[in-house]
């Protein structure tokens, strides 16, 4: 063999990607239950779930104290028909909740889930395991989107349980008139929670770009809570017009039309389509930045 082509040879060796150690598999490494059991045993997901599984009996408490609430004008809303059922109780907790309480953990495990690696100087031994980057962001994106699809149902959960037992099982009456029974109302109010888990992927997915590009969690989480607020404030900008439309938050209680006699799907695809939209060009983004990012902590 010539010179150069054994020069050409280990030339090309240096540079085939990967490791070569015996039994290596990319899709083995850093396995969904490895990372789920990591982020389980932090804090901030146990004060999480707390806050939410304590939520509904504030507002039990809130309900207890200030006496039945009551129709304004012959018109009932859903905080003023909470205390009819456990079903209406759920959709009042849904309801007070999805709008900012409900953003806040979803930014969390997101925003904090690849910043804080970073932070603790511990990504860059992650990559050096060796962890494939697109693996380990796949692998933490999975597990933080689970976690936030977790906080949502939590929520719902306690709610009717503790709702049932407040005031009952029963019809769940609807703002508009008339009721749906109870039987269902469930299906209603788990499409209602699925809604708002795909309108909140924005926020999943702002926090999960920011996580990329910051190392600093707390900067990541607040600029997703933040850009949240700024986008909800657009959307009372009634001078906008149809602009408004573009935005995430305008569709963001659409799910109200799941709590009518006769189920309405409109508003809910179209803004399902914007919230879709928007999260895969920010996960995009998150994957490209990451694979060209300079990991030095």
Same mark, same amino acid.
Not at 187 to 208: D, E, H, N, S, W
């Given at each position: 063999?010539?010179?150069?082509?054994?020069?050409?040879?280990?030339?090309? /060796?240096? /540079?085939?990607? =990967?490791?070569?150690?015996?039994?290596?598999?990319?899709?083995?490494?850093?396995?969904?239950?490895?990372? %789920?059991?990591?982020?389980? /045993?932090?804090?901030?997901?146990?004060?999480?779930?707390?806050?939410? &599984? !304590?939520?509904?009996?504030?507002?039990?408490?809130?309900?207890?104290?200030?006496?039945?609430?009551?129709?304004?004008?012959?018109?009932?809303?859903?905080? @003023?028909?909470?205390?009819?059922? =456990?079903?209406?109780?759920? &959709? *009042?907790?849904?309801?007070?909740?999805?709008?900012?309480?409900?953003?806040?953990?979803?930014?969390?495990?997101?925003? $904090?889930? !690849?910043?804080?690696?970073?932070?603790?100087?511990?990504?860059?031994?992650?990559?050096?395991?060796?962890?494939?980057?697109?693996?380990?962001?796949?692998?933490?994106?999975?597990? %933080?989107?689970?976690?936030?699809?977790?906080?949502?149902?939590?929520?719902?959960?306690?709610?009717?349980?503790?709702? *049932?037992?407040?005031?009952?099982?029963? @019809?769940?009456?609807?703002?508009?008139?008339?009721?749906?029974?109870?039987? $269902?109302?469930?299906?209603?109010?788990?499409?209602?929670?699925?809604?708002?888990?795909?309108?909140?992927?924005?926020?999943?997915?702002?926090?999960?770009?920011?996580?990329?590009?910051? $190392?600093?969690?707390?900067?990541?989480?607040?600029?997703?809570?933040?850009?949240?607020?700024?986008?909800?404030?657009? $959307?009372?900008?009634?001078? +906008?017009?149809?602009?408004?439309?573009?935005?995430?938050?305008?569709?963001?209680?659409?799910?109200?039309?799941?709590?009518?006699?006769?189920?309405?799907?409109?508003?809910?695809?179209?803004?399902?389509?914007?919230?879709?939209?928007?999260?895969? !060009?920010?996960?995009? +983004?998150?994957?490209?930045?990451?694979?060209?990012? @300079?990991?030095?902590?």
């Amino acid at each position: 063999m010539s010179t150069s082509t054994s020069t050409a040879t280990s030339t090309a /060796r240096e /540079r085939t990607p =990967g490791p070569s150690a015996p039994g290596y598999r990319a899709r083995h490494t850093l396995p969904l239950r490895v990372e %789920a059991a990591r982020q389980l /045993r932090r804090r901030r997901t146990l004060v999480v779930g707390a806050v939410l &599984a !304590v939520l509904p009996f504030v507002l039990i408490a809130a309900f207890a104290i200030g006496g039945q609430p009551s129709g304004r004008d012959g018109r009932v809303s859903l905080i @003023d028909s909470a205390t009819a059922s =456990g079903a209406n109780f759920t &959709a *009042t907790a849904l309801f007070v909740s999805a709008g900012f309480l409900l953003v806040v953990p979803v930014a969390l495990f997101c925003g $904090d889930t !690849v910043a804080s690696e970073a932070s603790w100087s511990s990504l860059r031994y992650l990559l050096a395991a060796p962890v494939p980057r697109a693996r380990l962001l796949l692998s933490k994106l999975a597990v %933080a989107l689970g976690f936030s699809a977790a906080a949502m149902l939590l929520l719902p959960v306690v709610a009717l349980a503790a709702g *049932t037992a407040a005031y009952g099982w029963g @019809d769940l009456r609807l703002p508009t008139g008339g009721a749906l029974p109870a039987g $269902d109302a469930v299906p209603r109010l788990l499409l209602v929670v699925a809604y708002i888990f795909v309108g909140q992927l924005v926020t999943a997915a702002l926090a999960f770009w920011l996580s990329t590009v910051t $190392d600093a969690p707390l900067g990541a989480v607040g600029g997703a809570v933040g850009l949240t607020i700024v986008g909800n404030v657009l $959307d009372a900008v009634t001078a +906008l017009g149809h602009w408004r439309d573009f935005l995430p938050a305008h569709w963001q209680f659409a799910w109200a039309d799941a709590l009518q006699p006769q189920l309405e799907w409109g508003g809910m695809i179209k803004g399902a389509a914007v919230s879709v939209a928007y999260a895969l !060009v920010l996960f995009a +983004l998150a994957f490209r930045h990451f694979r060209a990012k @300079d990991v030095v902590s």
